[in-house]
């Protein structure tokens, strides 16, 4: 299978894009010229994409539409064949045309799970803190963050 990925979808992923795939170097990518981020996506797609992508489950048109954000749908297309497929902690959707990945998504957590927020920080050692201080009080970091989150609701009087 050839990696058919337009350029623009490669900058995104790789100086965009949050996902662990590309590496947790967020503020070096973010500054990658075109030509190093087309390389850097492209050794990517070798080593980690293809080859979890290669015997992945097919997937439907219909399911590809519900998942795949409304501002990608118009990429989406019903001749091709769709594979999904988890990397790094999320979910994939591969478009492959004649042969060639031509598409690649990472489906949104609020697309399979509605109950699921995500938290963005700044720099990754800004998360490396934050698990630090969840691991002192004993806890994994998604469950930290989970009590805290569920005590600023409470006080709030959100409905939980």
Avoid: C
């Amino acid at each position: 299978m050839k990696n058919a990925i337009h350029i623009n979808q490669k900058l995104y992923f790789v100086t965009k894009g949050k996902n662990h795939a590309f590496g947790t170097d967020f503020e070096k990518r973010e500054s990658m010229s075109q030509e190093a981020a087309a390389i850097h996506f492209d050794k990517t797609w070798e080593d980690k994409i293809r080859p979890a992508l290669e015997n992945a489950p097919l997937v439907t048109h219909e399911d590809v539409l519900l998942r795949v954000p409304s501002t990608n749908r118009s990429y989406v297309n019903e001749g091709s064949v769709h594979r999904e497929f988890r990397l790094s902690g999320s979910l994939w959707i591969a478009q492959i045309t004649d042969d060639e990945n031509d598409q690649l998504w990472i489906v949104p957590n609020k697309a399979y799970d509605t109950r699921s927020i995500t938290l963005t920080f700044k720099t990754q050692q800004q998360k490396n803190d934050f698990e630090r201080i969840a691991a002192e009080h004993g806890f994994e970091p998604s469950e930290y963050a989970r009590r805290i989150l569920t005590a600023f609701t409470s006080i709030h009087q959100f409905d939980t």
